[in-house]
T-cell receptor
Framework: DAEITQSPRHKITETGRQVTLACHQT?????MFWYRQDLGHGLRLIHY???????NKGEVSDGYSVSRSNTEDLPLTLESAASSQTSVYFC??????????????FGEGSRLTVL | LAKTTQPISMDSYEGQEVNITCSHNNIATNDYITWYQQFPSQGPRFIIQ???TKVTNEVASLFIPADRKSSTLSLPRVSLSDTAVYYC????????????FGSGTQLTVLP
């Protein structure tokens, strides 16, 4: 079955370190998204991509970067981790927007703790 | 950018029908209304989507009045396993920036 997987599921790191969270989907979806979820804030969009070589900033993109070198993967990088980036991160994907009408398929999440 | 407003929390008892209403006064012509369910430690899961009138699937019904300024998710005969956070999204198919989630509604089903 097609799926979307995130790794690692849990990570503890130190302030200032670079961290990369992986996201891999096997649906061949064009669109991929990264969200963070914090208590009281729901899910907030970090970055998104409409296809290979396309990346766009979401509402909370500062301190994060993504790259899209193939259809299946959208890794999220924290260049210099900060305690404020302690959160649960969710990756999602969808078909090309006109067909999907915004229906997203989410991964199981990656819990990141920055000490 | 169409904003949504939902109740922060709701309680219900097993076997009852639960209706969660979402307000979206600035909904645009091309917008669709989509609901997701999220259990603790899991990613959100798509429940139902609609544009107008009524949509029903095996999980829920979605009622959308003619002016489309609100929508109601209806869960028939809830069980304890329906305890979750429910999110309402208004999505313009042309803009991923509108794929933003609010805080959702925490539904607690009591025995």
């Amino acid at each position: 079955d097609a799926e979307i997987t995130q790794s690692p599921r849990h990570k503890i790191t130190e302030t200032g370190r670079q961290v990369t969270l992986a996201c891999h989907q096997t649906w061949n979806h064009n669109n991929m998204f990264w969200y963070r979820q914090d208590l009281g804030h729901g899910l907030r969009l970090i970055h998104y991509s409409y296809g290979v070589q396309d990346t766009n900033k979401g509402e909370v993109s500062d301190g994060y970067s993504v790259s899209r070198s193939n259809t299946e993967d959208l890794p999220l990088t924290l260049e210099s981790a900060a305690s404020s980036q302690t959160s649960v991160y969710f990756c999602a994907s969808s078909e090309s927007t006109a067909r999907s009408k915004g229906v997203l398929f989410f991964g199981e999440g990656s819990r990141l703790t920055v000490l | 950018l169409a904003k949504t407003t939902q109740p922060i929390s709701m309680d219900s008892y097993e076997g009852q029908e639960v209706n969660i209403t979402c307000s979206h006064n600035n909904i645009a012509t091309n917008d669709y209304i989509t609901w997701y369910q999220q259990f603790p430690s899991q990613g959100p899961r798509f429940i139902i989507q609609g544009y107008k009138t009524k949509v029903t699937n095996e999980v829920a019904s979605l009622f959308i009045p003619a002016d489309r300024k609100s929508s109601t998710l209806s869960l028939p005969r809830v069980s304890l396993s329906d305890t979750a956070v429910y999110y309402c999204l208004v999505v313009d198919t042309g803009s991923a920036r509108q794929l933003t989630f609010g805080s959702g509604t925490q539904l607690t089903v009591l025995p």
